[in-house]
């Protein structure tokens, strides 16, 4: 299945386009950084401090942007295919809520175990925060699928309603670690739970890439497989493909991928509503060209707003969890509300 002209044409200008952001975006902050700060002009040397804030801050923070907004975009595609809903996303289903839980008992556990040591709260942080938002969400997933087996007759927008209901469980059960912690623990948690980008490094800044590649390949080489889902299981069914194994494959992919970006930035929402949604009406309903085309709008979204959150409100570093919830709140009710279209 290849692109067609539009498709083609479309695509190209939508990664253009997150290109230019990408790469506009770590010249803009509290303090505008020219290239003459970086790499020198005639008899000015370059400024040693302008271009380490630029090369340790900035660009691996926009890099991490572009890639966590890329895989949303992409999860949410994905499950609004599986579920043929277009109201699913990761927030919604409870898979950002699980994973953030999972997270929260580490960054939780990482507290408890500040007694035996700062080597402790580093391992528990850069290694247990990661599998605990995998078993968070995979735990998501498992409440889901055993209340679409006790209700047999549950339709897609059933259990829609709960991952609604799962994701305000492990909501509130944030909310108890935010109770119960101390001061420097809750600050800590509730600030992570708005979602926010912070990435010192490029080794930081790196760590969102290995989950878009992963969302990025399993939806690519099984778009043909979304495309029939989307049609009702009996057809994709008919036309040989194996739904059980399909849809295991791509619910634990999106479920992985999800939890890897969640434990780095947080739960960001309604970027995996948002972004399918603007990229199907510009490049139609395909999942070969609806895959790159979400992960580029979402990506674009996150650096953009990850811009403004650190810029609109310096010296002030507000959460840009805070800023999609403003722009996907509306959008979530437009959606809603709007006239359904045959």
Known sequence: MSFSQGERSVTAALF???LVVAAVAPWIGIRLIS????????DIA????????????RVPRVLMALCAGATFGIC???????????????????????????????IR???AAGVLGSRVIHYISGVAVPVFAF????????????????????SDASLLLAGVAVSSLFSSLIMVFQYTGGAVETYKLLSWTMGGISAVGMKEGLKALPP?????????????????????????????????????LLFAGMSLSVALVVANCGPIAFLGLIAPHIARRLAGARHRSLTPCSAAIGGTALVICDTAART??????????????FMGAPFFLWLLFKPRER
């Open 46 to 57: 370059p400024d040693l401090a302008e271009a380490k804030i630029f090369w340790q801050l």
């Open 109 to 111: 556990l990482g507290f």
């Open 312 to 325: 609109l409100w310096a010296p002030a570093d507000i959460p840009v969890g805070i800023i999609i919830c």
């Open 16 to 18: 253009a386009a997150a």
């Open 35 to 42: 290239p003459a700060d970086i790499f020198g002009w005639r």
């Open 135 to 154: 078993a968070g969400s995979l735990l998501a997933i498992a409440i889901i699928s055993v209340f679409s087996r006790l209700a047999r007759n549950a």
């Open 212 to 248: 878009l590649v992963l969302a990025f390949a399993l939806s690519f080489f099984c778009s043909a497989e979304l495309d029939l889902i989307t049609f009702g299981d009996e057809i994709a069914a008919t036309r040989g493909v194996a739904l059980g194994v399909t849809k295991r």
């Open 76 to 106: 949410g595609t994905v499950f609004q295919a599986l579920f043929r809903n277009p109201l699913a996303e990761p927030s919604l289903l409870g898979v950002s809520s699980g994973a953030a839980f999972g997270a929260a008992v580490a």
